[in-house]
């Protein structure tokens, strides 16, 4: 049975909340010409598709925060070759933007998409919309072409970037190059990784920025030089594309924890997060543990199914931290 989607699949019933937030949204988002969404904007975006392409191969998928939708992705399958799907729209509302939380959302359908055997997916950016080529750059989609759209009113003046992006399939994920961390150069990248991971477990990184970078980063020197084989970054084509942070417990003999595993966004899907898993599941079987553990937020959902698909099981609430849960792996 295909995976379900990451998000829930709109319906007509949730047309007023689409209006909303494509009248918050700007104008550009919806018309080239620079129009405020129509009154029937919410229902062409529910059901508008290239002539003579399947219903079933369409998706417009919400994304909810405290029962208020608050993005949208407009989203079609095998379009206009099989493999090919398109992005035809990824919204998000004002008030939610700059959070990170555009970058967590596509690793997520990216994921999705793959796995329902999607080679490649295509999109295009407005070019009254600059910012959003650059993001999706970071996602790594790559500029084919400029275009006019179909129903542009001068099809021979171009008003849109086409991108596209190439899928991986995670069997065929180029293995990544460990290396010792670098902290003295690499200092942001550090912390970007550890903003990111906050972000995604919690809402937002006001938890570290309570913690505090020096503090962190002095935090994270001491514990390197300790333990260098458990602080590492994961390289890929010459740049930095994956962090681990893990240690053996000091004070239980035998239990390895991680603290951290995280990929930037643009490289998530490839398989780069079960190669983290394995590099610390062979350091701590030749380290001689018996168990791994770390601790993830029971809201960050996508983290929990990759770590169970891996193998970990929940043991229930951190004792010393109510708002995560202790997870577990047994080695040997």
Not at 80 to 109: M, Q, S, T
Request: with cysteine.
């Amino acid at each position: 049975m295909p995976a379900a989607p990451p998000y829930r699949a709109l319906i007509d019933g949730d047309a007023p909340a689409i209006q909303a937030l494509l009248e918050a949204s700007g104008p550009f988002h919806w018309d080239p010409e620079g129009e405020a969404p129509g009154p029937d904007a919410a229902a062409t975006l529910l059901h508008d598709r290239p002539p003579g392409h399947p219903r079933e191969a369409k998706w417009l998928l919400g994304m909810e925060e405290d029962g208020q939708l608050v993005g949208v992705w407009d989203i079609l399958r095998d379009y206009p070759v099989a493999g090919r799907w398109v992005l035809g729209l990824f919204l998000l509302h004002p008030d939610h933007r700059g959070e990170g939380l555009g970058a967590r959302a596509y690793a997520l359908v990216e994921a999705w998409i793959r796995d329902q055997g999607a080679e490649r997916v295509g999109l295009g950016v407005r070019f009254q919309n600059p910012r959003a080529r650059p993001f999706w750059a970071r996602m790594g989609y790559q500029v084919l072409r400029e275009a006019a759209l179909a129903d542009a009113a001068d099809p021979d003046t171009p008003t849109v970037w086409v991108m596209e992006k190439e899928l991986r399939r995670p069997d065929d994920a180029a293995p990544l190059t460990f290396r010792p961390m670098d902290i003295a150069r690499d200092e942001a990248t550090c912390v970007r990784f550890q903003r990111e991971a906050f972000t995604a477990s919690f809402g937002d990184d006001s938890l570290f920025q309570e913690f505090g970078e020096a503090a962190y980063i002095t935090r994270l020197t001491l514990r390197s030089e300790a333990f260098p084989e458990g602080y590492l970054h994961g390289w890929r084509d010459g740049a930095i594309v994956a962090q681990v942070e893990c240690r053996p417990r000091p004070d239980e003999p035998g239990v390895g924890y991680v603290t951290l595993f995280s990929v930037t966004p643009e490289h998530r899907g490839q398989g780069l997060g079960a190669q983290l898993d394995a590099y610390v599941t062979d350091l701590f079987t030749r380290h001689g543990c018996h168990t791994l553990r770390l601790s993830v937020s029971p809201t960050n959902a996508g983290a929990v199914r990759f770590y169970t698909r891996l193998g970990w099981r929940d043991r229930g609430v951190r004792p010393d931290a109510t708002n995560v849960r202790f997870m577990e792996k047994r080695l040997g």
